[in-house]
Nanobody
Framework: QVQLVESGGGSVQTGGSLRLSCAASGDTISIYTVAWFRQAPGKEREFVAAISSSGRATNYADSVKGRFTISRDNARDTGYLQMNSLKPEDTAVYFC?????????????????WGRGAQVTVSS
């Protein structure tokens, strides 16, 4: 089992940047796929990005491609989501998620472990 804690959320204006971190404990993060999902008020939770256990494969939602970058530092048991050129429609609670065995998956139901979420607010 692994426990996940997000950090780095906050409030920025349109065009700004934030970097979210996902710190893992209780297990070796190197064997897990790490993904980010987000949920805006009144909306369903949606996929944002994922990275394989090795870091060799990544996947992004079309809405964030070219603006967001997912990465990981297995030596520090931490995953990251760098968010640039933020837009008001990026406003949401962002969740870090993980699943064992490493492959990239977009479906939220596949992920066994979840953080509690970090608020990101982008104002115009």
């Amino acid at each position: 089992q692994v426990q996940l804690v997000e950090s780095g959320g906050g409030s920025v204006q349109t065009g700004g940047s934030l970097r979210l971190s996902c710190a893992a404990s209780g297990d070796t993060i190197s064997i897990y796929t790490v993904a980010w999902f987000r949920q805006a008020p009144g909306k369903e939770r949606e996929f944002v990005a994922a990275i394989s256990s090795s870091g060799r494969a990544t996947n992004y939602a079309d809405s964030v491609k070219g603006r967001f970058t997912i990465s990981r530092d297995n030596a520090r048991d931490t995953g990251y989501l760098q968010m640039n050129s933020l837009k008001p429609e990026d406003t949401a609670v962002y969740f870090c998620a993980a699943k064992r065995l490493g492959a990239v998956v977009r479906s939220l139901s596949v992920y066994n472990y979840w953080g509690r979420g970090a608020q990101v607010t982008v104002s115009s």
